[in-house]
């Protein structure tokens, strides 16, 4: 059987088994990291904003992704399921803090779907569906940190070179991006939320953020829904950009 074969075959068997557990809306998102991953030998993810390592068993299962991973985590209840999550795994690594643009301490909201808490407050004018469930319960101190000052750190512990920076952190996916500062440049790709329809107060909406992106060097490899949809109108969806430069190596 030729490797093409081979290949298709495993595609439409990822494909049946993400459909029998509710989660064929991630079949594009799982083909293009395993792509991107392997194409360029990352060997790390920082996974910010983890909620329950959902993201990195993805990784490991379906992307087939064997380096690091860095999973961070502000919610102290969600945390405890990752923490649970990544015990077995000596390469997932698991932290209690919000990275945002700052060094510091802040309110972090809990929201009723825990998926939904956040730094950033609710938008005022919120679809139906979502009104009940990202609606703040109630607020923790979080200790915030900028990834520019914490990579280093990350980087001598864990002995990577090629990152990747994944975020879905409720409206606040820029802010990590600033405070990444110049550390950002060393980002070989990264994976971000981009809101079509803000669900939080101030949140960039999807072209500033692409063009804010395109202006810092990242360019982007592939777009994809991050939901099953909210039909017939798109919420949100996710974006993998890649550097240019690497983009230009790879021409």
Request: aromatic share 10%; glycine share 6%.
């Amino acid at each position: 059987m030729s490797s093409r074969v081979t290949v298709e075959l495993s595609r439409r068997w990822l494909a049946v088994r993400l459909a029998a557990s509710g989660r064929v809306h991630q079949y594009p998102e799982i083909l293009a990291l395993r792509r991107f991953l392997s194409a360029f030998a990352i060997d790390c993810v920082l996974d910010v904003g983890a909620n329950a390592g959902q993201y990195a068993k993805m990784l490991r299962r379906e992307a087939g992704f064997a380096g690091h991973i860095l999973s961070f985590e502000p919610n102290p209840e969600v945390f405890a399921a990752l923490a649970k999550a990544a015990a077995s795994d000596a390469k997932w690594h698991v932290f209690n803090i919000a990275l945002s643009d700052f060094d510091g301490t802040a309110d972090f909201n809990i929201m009723a779907a825990d998926q939904f808490s956040s730094l950033e407050r609710p938008a005022e004018d919120l679809d139906e569906i979502f009104v009940d469930r990202n609606k703040v319960t109630r607020t923790v101190k979080m200790e915030c940190r900028r990834l520019e000052s914490l990579l280093p750190e990350l980087m001598s512990a864990h002995g990577f070179s090629r990152p990747f920076l994944k975020m879905d952190t409720q409206g606040h996916d820029r802010a990590v991006c600033v405070g990444a500062g110049e550390t950002l440049s060393r980002m070989f790709g990264l994976q971000t939320e981009l809101a079509v329809r803000p669900l939080y107060q101030g949140a960039t909406g999807y072209c500033d953020m692409i063009e804010w992106l395109e202006q810092r060097g990242f360019v982007p490899s592939a777009f994809f829904a991050n939901n099953k949809g909210h039909f017939p109108l798109l919420v949100e969806m996710d974006g993998i950009f890649i550097s240019r430069s690497q983009a230009d190596a790879q021409a």
